[in-house]
């Protein structure tokens, strides 16, 4: 996987989380996990399919995904409802935008999917890439939990 992929979604991760909950946020230690791997409670997924195919997971605990939902939605979350699920979405859809236009200005050219939502206990997101390892990018919210941008990317097999 080629760091010019992946270093788009983390600059993006990190600068929009740091706006839309105004506050600090710290990038943790990069690290790699197999594509097939569980989730933290609440993910959003991104496809992309092109000259690149793959998928991009942000994933976070359920009180971290309350936290950002109040957080731009000025008000407090104790459920994850309808407006807290469209939230994720709509910060995975940001964050997305924000490293695609960087990708297409670096001459990539592919296709988003819409954010899909997962929430629950003891669920596992399969990636069928093949040899492709995913690099995580924690993004560390002081106390309210952490992000974990999770790219899985690989040029297209032509």
């Known amino acids: ?7 788009p979604f983390v600059e993006s991760a990190f600068s929009v989380l740091k706006e839309v909950l105004n506050s600090d946020v710290k990038r943790g ?5 197999p594509t097939s791997m569980s ?11 092109g000259d690149v195919e793959g998928r991009v997971l942000f994933d976070m605990t359920k009180d971290t995904a309350l936290h950002i939902a109040g957080g731009m939605n000025g008000e407090v979350f ?4 309808e407006l ?19 990708l297409h200005d670096l001459g990539f050219k ?12 003891n669920m596992e997101v399969s990636t ?11 993004m560390e919210l002081g106390t309210n939990g952490k992000v974990e941008v999770n790219v899985a990317i690989r040029e297209r097999v032509k």
Do not use: C, S, W
């Open 1 to 7: 996987m080629r760091v010019e992929y992946i270093n």
């Open 84 to 102: 807290g699920k469209a939230t994720i979405q709509e910060l995975a859809n940001m964050i997305t935008a924000q490293a695609v236009t960087k």
């Open 128 to 138: 069928n890439l093949g040899e492709v390892e995913a690099l995580i990018v924690p």
């Open 78 to 81: 104790t459920v994850l409802d």
């Open 29 to 33: 230690e990069i690290y790699l996990k």
């Open 110 to 121: 592919f296709d988003l999917t819409p954010p899909a939502l997962f929430t629950g206990d």
């Open 39 to 49: 989730i933290m409670g609440v993910a959003a997924l991104v496809g992309l399919a």
